[in-house]
């Protein structure tokens, strides 16, 4: 549980389940793909979030593949990553 924008995005990239104690979020998509559950501060919502969460069964590369560094230092070296 957070209501950090940051730690919601971190959660999604190590594939942990986040409740986000806030009414929106700026990583609307990692809600979309049902891995943040919006609760904002309402104490029901947030024990409903708790008790029901289920993991979704996919896990989409909605922030690219983890390989941008590798890219960009072939772009400017011109060639292959030694």
């Known amino acids: 549980m ?3 924008g940051g730690m919601q995005k971190e959660a999604y990239w190590l594939k942990v389940p986040c409740i986000t104690l806030r009414d929106e979020t700026e990583w ?4 979309e ?7 904002g501060a309402n104490h029901a919502k947030i024990i409903k979030a708790a008790s029901t969460f289920k993991i ?6 909605l922030y690219g593949n983890g390989k941008a560094a590798e ?12």
């Open 71 to 82: 890219k960009i230092i072939t772009t400017i070296s011109g060639g292959e990553v030694q």
């Open 56 to 61: 979704p069964l996919k896990h989409p590369m």
């Open 2 to 4: 957070t209501d950090s």
């Open 28 to 31: 609307v998509e990692t809600v």
């Open 33 to 39: 793909n049902g891995w943040n559950i919006l609760t």
